[in-house]
């Protein structure tokens, strides 16, 4: 399997990998909330420029949200073992 940075990628899968990347990123909420622009981890560790770009653009255009306490969010409670 080709390491991140030695991929090439054709435009179409450029656009394919960004709609699946923001597909992704969507649903969930991340990030400090504190200091919302401090949550960058999400490219630091990206080492392809192209995809790179991607990530950033990605991060810059998804709106930071506050967490909401709703059930999907919630763990359900571990059961007791029993002895």
């Known amino acids: ?8 990628l054709a435009p179409e899968q450029k656009e394919l990998m960004e709609k699946e990347y923001l597909d992704f990123v969507k649903p969930s909420t991340y990030g400090n909330k504190a200091n919302p622009s401090s949550c960058n981890s999400l490219y630091d560790d990206v080492e392809n420029p192209e995809l790179r ?9 998804t709106p930071y949200r506050e967490e909401t306490s709703t059930n999907e969010a919630q763990s359900p409670p571990n059961p007791q073992k029993r002895i």
């Not at 399997?1 to 090439?8: E, F, G, L, P």
């Open 1 to 8: 399997m080709a390491r991140t940075k030695d991929a090439v």
């Open 53 to 61: 770009a991607i990530v950033e653009k990605v991060a810059a255009t």
